[in-house]
């Protein structure tokens, strides 16, 4: 037991734990604000678990939720926002997307 | 190695203290748009501190750069999912039916 | 206008170069990121990162084409950019002050404001500077009508937690308009 692995352990248990209890309760947008920062979690867990356990290996699991957690959570915003529905009082909604580069 | 080790230690607990606090954030603020605000210290220096400490440890070398693509990867792609998500609950607001989210922030 | 003046020829080639620097500058840039994350360099892994990277140029020229981004408006964010490391530890201040008294009962909901940006700075990235720090979020990003100040800018819609205005704001080309 090293001072990664206890690191992790701590952050998976008072990191991890209130994002998913987050996830567990409310209407849907709620839970994807739980799902969001359990991935930012994720990530710094794992990267603390491949060091506590020396395998440089592991560091390329956070590499990869680290590119494809955004990609998640939009496609899960564009299937609760609807599919771009224009509304009265509203830009449509291709205008809520960030713009430019 | 006094030093380094001393100075990785300083950053690991760093980044996590930011990282709890984050998630005690999203555990007790109220209401739909106050959460939003807890994803931010999270990757914005939480992650970043994290994988400074991992860089510092693993001394320089190509692995060490891998430990802040992963930081700046998470730290450039949070506040856009944050609007995207601050977006989404405008609009699952509107749904509902409440008066409009512009006007007065929902309770 | 002197397009219009000269011929199809001059674009066509102005847009033959733009695609020639785009598919250039992003194979570079992946090339090396890929050298970056592989553990072992070794003349196949050259091969392959140089074929990846690539396939991941075409990509993105294809991607710009159709989307057409715009570049710009970096100079005029440069002072909020520079007021952004100082502002994200005060607000962590701010978060957690809000934390604490949110445990003890007397908590605050925040408000949310409108934010009017002048039309030579660029939205995303102030949407995303602002969103970056835990002070404010961007909620919603819209242009602004022909009838409305700043003219031709952009309306921000934020959540903000305290009633102070970060530096960050205050350096932007803009100002509140709600």
Known sequence: ????????????????GPCLWRACRGDPAQRLLGITLGSAVAIAASLLIARGVERTSYVDVALVLAVLSPAGTLVFCRCLAGAGRPR????????GRTEGS | MEARHAVV??????????LLLSAVALLVLPGPYQRLH???????????????????DTGPGRSAVKFLVIAALAAASSPVVGIAIGRTIVE???????????????? | MADLVHGGAATAMQRGLATAVSLLAWWACLFVL?????SSVTAAELVLGAGGALLGAVAAEALRRVEEPRVGGVRALLGAVAAFPLTLLREIGTLTAAVVRE??????SGRIVRLGLE??????LTAALLSASPGACVIDIRDLGPGQEPRGGTELTLHVLGPEISRVERALPGRRLS
Not at chain 2, 38 to 56: D, H, I, M, N, R
């Open chain 1, 88 to 95: 009265a009082g509203n830009a449509p909604a291709g205008r």
């Open chain 2, 92 to 107: 699952s607001t509107l749904e509902e039916g409440a008066s409009g989210a512009e006007s007065e922030p929902p309770a």
């Open chain 1, 1 to 16: 037991m090293n001072a990664w692995l206890i690191s992790a352990s701590v952050l998976l248990a008072a990191g991890m």
């Open chain 3, 119 to 124: 039309p030579g700075a660029s939205a995303a």
């Open chain 3, 34 to 38: 890929y050298l970056m994350l592989i």
């Open chain 3, 103 to 108: 445990l003890r009962g007397a908590g605050d």
């Open chain 2, 9 to 18: 230690l300083a950053l690991l607990f760093g980044g996590l203290a930011m």
């Open chain 2, 38 to 56: 807890a994803l931010a210290p999270a990757t914005s220096l939480g992650l970043p501190l994290l994988c400074l400490a991992l860089a510092v």
